[in-house]
C-alpha cells in the first residue's frame, strides 16, 4: 500500500473518530440534566401521590408539569398549597386537542411567602373529555382562579363544579356559538 493511501485511510479514521466523539460530546450535552429543587419537589408529589396519579410531563430549571386526573386535582392542589407552599394560581389557561377528544386545563402555580419557589413556576394540568367538560373548581384552594376559571369556562366551554359563577364576561350575554378558542370555532362570513 502506498503512503498516500495510507494517510487517507489514516485521515478517514480520524474523522470517523472525530465524527463519534462528537456525537458522544453531543449527546451527553443534551441528556436531560434534573434540577435538584425540582426534583425534590416532584419526588414529594410522587411520593404523596404515586406515579398512577401524579404524571410528571417535564422538570426543568424553574419549571415544572405535571398531569392528574380531574378527580384528584382538588387533593393535589391543596397539598401543593399546604405542604410545598404553592400559595398563589398565577393564572389558569387551555388547549384543545380535538384529535384526543380532551381540553387540557393548566393552573400555573407559585409562591410569594417562599422566597425558593417566587421563581419558579408549577403548571398543574388536567385533562377533560371535551364531549362532557367538567371538572372540580380549585377556588376554594387559589381565590386566585375566579376569574381565570370564569375565562377557562367561557372560551373553551370547561364547566367548573362549585365555582359560584359559571357565567359569561367577555362575550355578549346572548352568544349562542361554540366556545371561540375550540379549534373548530370560525367566525361567520369568513
Not at 8 to 22: D, P
Not at 30 to 50: A, G
Not at 172 to 190: Q, S, T, Y
Request: no cysteine; charged share 30%.
Amino acid at each position: 500500500m502506498s503512503s498516500n493511501q495510507s494517510n487517507t485511510q489514516n485521515g478517514s479514521e480520524q474523522k470517523e473518530k472525530v465524527s463519534e466523539s462528537a456525537q458522544t460530546s453531543l449527546s451527553k450535552k443534551t441528556e436531560t440534566i434534573t434540577p435538584e429543587f425540582e426534583s425534590s419537589i416532584v419526588n414529594q408529589l410522587v411520593t404523596r401521590f404515586t406515579d398512577k396519579v401524579v404524571q410528571v410531563v417535564y422538570v426543568r430549571p424553574g419549571r415544572t408539569k405535571i398531569l392528574v386526573p380531574p378527580n384528584e386535582i382538588v387533593q393535589v392542589a391543596t397539598f401543593l398549597k399546604d405542604t410545598l407552599k404553592f400559595d398563589h394560581a398565577e393564572s389558569v389557561s387551555g388547549t384543545d386537542y380535538p384529535k384526543d377528544n380532551q381540553i387540557e386545563v393548566i393552573y400555573h402555580l407559585s409562591s410569594y411567602s417562599d422566597e425558593k419557589l417566587s421563581s419558579h413556576v408549577l403548571a398543574l394540568s388536567t385533562r377533560v373529555d371535551r364531549n362532557d367538560s367538567r371538572m372540580p373548581t380549585l377556588i376554594d384552594v387559589f381565590k386566585s382562579t375566579e376569574y381565570h376559571e370564569r375565562e377557562t369556562f367561557e372560551m373553551l366551554g370547561v364547566y367548573f363544579e362549585g365555582h359560584p359563577r359559571n357565567e359569561r364576561f367577555l362575550l355578549p350575554e346572548d352568544w349562542a356559538d361554540i366556545p371561540p378558542l375550540r379549534k373548530e370555532f370560525r367566525i361567520k362570513g369568513r
